[in-house]
């Protein structure tokens, strides 16, 4: 009759907590544009929940130029976005050769175009919206 307890009282043995469910952040999409653009420019965009990277290289016509962007987001409670990224451009052309950088670390509002760096005539704008 011990044993019969004993063999009882392992199986009320207490079992450990499941294992925290991770939380995942929904996608963003964050897109970078030089404004003003011209013809035949477009936006970059990168769609992420975390940590992101993007490049172009383009050459023709005389002219070429390279695009990098790295950086990472959150998403905050409140609906808005802490992004740190860094970008570089480089172009050359008949015109001459330019370079362009900016690291930064910021907070944006969802829907909100922000002005994040400024270069001559050329002015980096951010923004962003979640996807579903």
Avoid: Y
């Amino acid at each position: 009759m011990v044993c019969v307890s004993a063999v009882c009282a392992q199986d009320k043995a207490p079992q450990p907590p499941p294992a925290a469910a991770v939380k995942v952040q929904p996608s963003i999409r964050v897109t970078f544009k030089l404004m003003p653009m011209d013809a035949n420019e477009k936006d970059v965009f990168v769609v992420s929940n975390g940590e992101f990277s993007t490049s172009r290289e383009w050459k023709g016509d005389g002219s070429s130029f390279a695009l990098e962007i790295t950086g990472a987001l959150e998403l905050q409670p409140d609906g808005r976005l802490v992004m740190t990224f860094k970008a570089a451009l480089h172009g050359e052309g008949p015109d001459g050769t330019g370079d362009f950088r900016v690291s930064t670390h910021l907070l944006l509002a969802p829907g909100k175009e922000l002005e994040v760096a400024r270069l001559g005539d050329k002015t980096l704008v951010v923004n962003f919206s979640p996807q579903q």
